[in-house]
C-alpha cells in the first residue's frame, strides 16, 4: 500500500521533470517509467524494512558492528595485549567480606554493593582494561533458594553490570587518563559454569552427572545471560567451563539469543592438558571454532604453571584471541570452602610470565582466585612497558 502511494506521488507532480525527452510523451514510456520506478522503490522500501528489522534485533540482543569489534579494537589500542583484572572474590574477601556461602561473591551483591564498586575501581587503578563482574555466581535460581522473587533476582543481576559500568565511566572521566597508559575499559558480564551454581567445586571437576544435557544447560544460562545483556555488559565472559558439553550449551545460546557483543569461552583444568572432565582441548575448541560469536577462548582459575604450554596448545587449534587469567595456584576445597596451599606465583612471577604468555600468543591477560591488584600492577607493567 505505501508502495503504491508513493509511486502515484512521485509519477503526478514532479513526474514531467524525470522525462528525459520532452517529445516522448506517450503511454509506452509512463508505463516503463511506472516499472522502473516501481521496482527501485521496492528495492530502496525493502533494505530500509531490513535495516530497521536489523536495527531492533541489534537492539534486542546488544549491538551494532563496534560493539562486535569492541574486543579487538581494545587489544589493539592496548598494544596488541590486553590486561584483565585480578580475583575479584579475593579483593572482596581482603576488605573483611565474609563469602562462605551459596551465593559466594555474589552475596555482596545483596549486602555490600558499594564494596563491589570499590574494588572494581581498585582494578581499574592498577591497569586493568576488562573488568569481570561480580555475577560469576549469582543465578535466578540461587536468589530464588534465598527466598527473593524472580524480578528481585534480576534486578541484582542488572545492578552487577550497572556497578562496573560506573565504576569504568567515572574512572575513565576522571583527568588526563587517555594519555596515560590506560585505555577505556571494557566491562565484562561474568557468567559462572553451572558447577559454579552448584556451589560444590564442580567447576573444577565437570562432572555435572547423566541428567544434566545440553538442553537442561542452555536452560540454566539463558535468562541470566538476557538480562546481563540487556543491562549494558560490553561483553560476555564464560567462566570457568569444566567440560565440552557446557562450552557447546554456550555456544549455542549465543547464536540463539542472537547476541551480538563479544565473548570468551574459558575452561578450567587440573592436570594442565584436558579440561577437567577430561574433554580434550581440541575436541572442545574443534566445537567451539565453528561460531564467529565465540570471540576468545581461554584459561581461567587453573594453576598459573600450565599456563604457557596451554597457550601453545590453544595456539594450533584456533585462530580465535587467546584469554588466560590462572589464580595463584592454590586449590579449592569445594566442601570445605576454602583455599589449600600449593604451589603458588606470587606478584612478581606473575609480571615475569605475563610476558612470556604473550609472547606465547595470549593476547589478554589477567590473575583469576587468590590473585590481587597487586598482582595485576605487576601484569600490566610487565606488558605495557614498551608501549
Ligand atoms: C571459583 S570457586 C572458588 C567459587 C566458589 C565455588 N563455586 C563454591 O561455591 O564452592
Ligand atoms: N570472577 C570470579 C571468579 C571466577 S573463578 C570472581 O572472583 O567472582
Ligand atoms: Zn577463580
Known sequence: MLQLKLIVH???????RF???????????????????SISLFISISRASRRYAQSSS????????????????????????????????????KHGAVINDPLWSALCLIQNPGLIKKVHMEYLEAGADVLVTSSYQATIPGFLSRGLSADEGERLLQKSVVLAVEA?????????????????????????SYGAYLADGSEYSGCYGPD???????????????VLVKAGADMLAFETIPNKLEAQACMELLQEEDVQIPSWICFSSVDGLNAPSGDSFEDCLAVLNKSR?????????????????????????TKKVIVVYPNSGEVWDGKEKKWLPSTCFNDHHFGLFASRWRDAGAQLIGGCCRTTPCTVRAISKALKSNY
Open 10 to 16: 512521485m509519477t503526478r507532480e514532479p513526474g514531467a
Open 168 to 192: 569504568r565511566d567515572e574512572f575513565w572521566e576522571a583527568e588526563g587518563l587517555a594519555g596515560r597508559g590506560y585505555s577505556r575499559a571494557l566491562v565484562a558480564a561474568s557468567i559462572g
Open 293 to 317: 560469536r565465540v570471540t576468545a577462548v581461554g584459561i581461567n582459575c587453573a594453576p598459573p604453571h600450565f599456563v604457557e604450554s596451554l597457550i601453545r596448545k590453544l595456539r594450533k587449534l
Open 19 to 37: 522525462r528525459p525527452d520532452s517529445r516522448d510523451h506517450t503511454p509506452t514510456y509512463l508505463i516503463s517509467f511506472l516499472q522502473i520506478h
Open 212 to 226: 544434566v544435557g545440553l538442553d537442561k544447560l542452555k536452560d540454566f544460562h539463558r535468562r541470566r545471560l538476557r
Open 58 to 93: 541489534e537492539k534486542k540482543m546488544g549491538a551494532g558492528k563496534d560493539e562486535v569489534s569492541a574486543l579487538h579494537d581494545l587489544v589493539a589500542s592496548a598494544g596488541g595485549c590486553a590486561v584483565v583484572d585480578g580475583g575479584f572474590a579475593t579483593q572482596l574477601e
